[in-house]
């Protein structure tokens, strides 16, 4: 099984900065196949990037993705209030797994 | 626009069988891979499984033994049963659309429904 580590837990930052935030996986696999997803409170979490760096369908551009092998990163340039949430990546080369997931909170 | 919604009941005894329902609505269920996807503070987004209403069903290797799918591409529902419920089990279950291509990302979510298990 491809474990995915995230780093960090949280992230405390103010609206207006940027937030990088971490994917490890246990073993390499293409980059074709990370997504990340956004999750807020009470709901169920929304595609944001797949294929390690394509936008899905209506996400901002201030969302972007890159890495490959092992280590994948998902950037977010600058924070709008509404970005605060918990954000997981997740691969699908190899069945499918997970991240624990990366809490952005207000500074 | 496709939606999914999950329905079934939100307590389970322990031992018990769980049986969840998703019905899609403004699409059809012949193409994609249909998928269970549940969510706990212990196990956080763990995949249950898909299927495909030809391709057929693939499982998560730890659930496998007590998983079931299904499909009913006329009613444009899909199905999950889960045996032998325990404490484990008691989660927020989704019901989720991925790509037709076999290796995509989950597009499309239902809200969720929470089980719990208990007696």
């Known amino acids: 099984e491809i474990v995915l580590t995230q780093s960090p837990g949280t992230l405390s930052l103010s609206p207006g900065e940027r937030a990088t935030l971490s994917c490890r996986a246990s073993?390499?696999?293409?980059?074709?196949?990370l997504a990340w997803y956004q999750q807020k409170p009470g709901q169920a979490p929304r595609l944001l990037i797949y294929?390690?760096?394509i936008r899905a369908a209506g996400i901002p551009d201030r969302f972007s993705g890159s890495g490959s092998g092992t280590d994948f990163t998902l950037t977010i340039s600058r924070l709008e209030p509404e970005d605060f949430a918990v954000y997981y990546c997740?691969?699908?080369?190899?069945?499918?797994?997970f991240g624990q997931g990366t809490k952005v909170e207000i500074k | 626009q496709v939606q999914l919604q999950e329905s079934g009941p939100g307590l389970v005894k322990p031992s018990e069988t769980l049986s969840l329902t998703c019905t899609v609505s403004g699409g059809s269920t012949k193409s994609y891979y249909w998928t269970w996807i549940r969510q706990s503070a212990g196990l956080g987004l763990q995949w249950i499984g898909r299927?495909?209403?030809?391709?057929?069903?693939n499982y998560n290797p730890y659930l496998k033994s007590r998983v079931t799918m299904s499909v009913d591409t006329s009613n444009s529902q899909f199905s999950l049963k889960l045996n032998s419920m325990t404490a484990v089990d008691t989660a927020v279950y989704f019901c989720v659309r991925e790509g037709s291509s076999g290796k995509d990302a989950f597009d499309i979510w239902g809200q969720g429904t929470m089980v719990s298990v208990s007696s």
């Open positions: 997740q691969q699908y080369d190899t069945s499918r797994t």
């Open positions: 294929a390690a760096s």
């Open positions: 299927i495909h209403s030809t391709r057929g069903a």
């Open positions: 073993q390499s696999f293409s980059s074709s196949y």
